[in-house]
């Protein structure tokens, strides 16, 4: 499974802002946004562009956008703190949204919410979730873009723990993860070590 860690430092002071547990809601989010604007920069790097003539003041040149705009997905709650900023960098990009709250107790996820196209071949979907764990929610989401066409998918956290890559390759799906942080491991509660906490507790308070 191809794993890009994005170790630019301005990504890794943003990520130690949102690990540090005395950063306040606020500043967790305003993190949380800025991060995600270098996710999605690194992501479509490699993204196919289309050329058109275009003139400036002074000449004639040529022009690019992209091809084939990703849909973007965040994963509700924690998800949703990244929508904005990517559709910043892609405004003509369509969004879908899936919601998910993983049960503390069993660790897997329990769906209440679901709005994507019909049909996504053909499609980029990038999935908007800071953090990725057992990979339960992420597997889940997948199977729901995979049911539905889409063959390019890629993976926007800001953590991922080892577990959740493994799995997420396991289940054969095609993605590819782009993170800030693969970290150690994850704790007899399921969460990531050193990770950050609760990301939709940290960006939105206790539910
Ligand atoms: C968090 C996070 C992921 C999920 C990751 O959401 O945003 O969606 O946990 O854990 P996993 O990889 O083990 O499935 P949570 O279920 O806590 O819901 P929230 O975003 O509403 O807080
Ligand atoms: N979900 C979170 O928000 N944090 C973790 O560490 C694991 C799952």
Request: charged letters at 25%; a negative charge.
């Amino acid at each position: 499974m191809d794993v890009r860690v994005i170790d630019h430092p301005l990504a890794q002071a943003r990520l130690s802002t949102m690990r540090d547990a005395r950063t306040d809601n606020a500043a967790f989010r305003a993190a949380l946004q800025e991060l995600t604007l270098m996710l999605i920069y690194e992501a479509t790097r490699d993204s196919e562009v289309d050329e058109a003539p275009i003139h400036t003041p002074v000449a004639r040149t040529t022009g690019y956008r992209l091809a084939n705009p990703p849909l973007l997905v965040p994963v509700l709650r924690a998800g949703l703190g990244m929508a904005d900023q990517a559709h910043r960098l892609i405004p003509e990009a369509r969004m879908g949204f899936v919601g998910m709250a993983r049960d503390e107790e069993t660790l897997e996820p329990t769906p209440y919410m679901e709005s994507l196209p019909d049909d996504l071949s053909g499609v980029p979907v990038y999935v908007l979730d800071p953090m990725l764990a057992t990979g339960g929610s992420m597997v889940h989401t997948i199977r729901l873009l995979h049911e539905r066409g889409a063959a390019d998918v890629t993976v926007i956290c800001t953590v991922a723990a080892p577990e959740g890559v493994e799995r997420l390759d396991g289940s054969g799906l095609p993605a590819r993860v782009i993170t800030a942080g693969l970290d150690d491991r994850l704790n007899e509660s399921g969460y990531i070590v050193p990770g950050l906490g609760d990301a939709g507790d940290r960006e939105y308070g206790p539910r």
